[in-house]
């Protein structure tokens, strides 16, 4: 997860959207250690991939969704 966290950091990731869950804690572990990634929690992994190619097409910087095992993904 900390390894993930770093080269989310290198590549100018700011944001995540998504959901914890139990397939992605070990990533969610890396992240919550750096303080210049900020996540950003959906209703479901639908929304987490919308929100993120939002996020991207508006900012212009990477869109970046995280999430776990679902009926969504």
Do not use: M, N, W
């Not at 959901?19 to 890396?30: F, V």
């Not at 929690?41 to 900012?59: D, I, L, P, W």
């Not at 970046?64 to 009926?71: E, I, R």
């Amino acid at each position: 997860g900390e390894a993930v966290a770093a080269t989310l950091v290198a590549h100018g990731v700011t944001d995540l959207f998504g959901i914890p869950g139990i397939h992605t804690l070990g990533l969610y572990d890396g992240i919550v250690k750096r303080p210049e990634l900020r996540h950003i929690t959906t209703r479901h992994e639908q929304g987490a991939g919308f929100a993120a190619a939002g996020y991207a097409r508006v900012s212009g910087r990477p869109g970046v969704a995280c999430v776990t095992s679902g009926p969504g993904a």
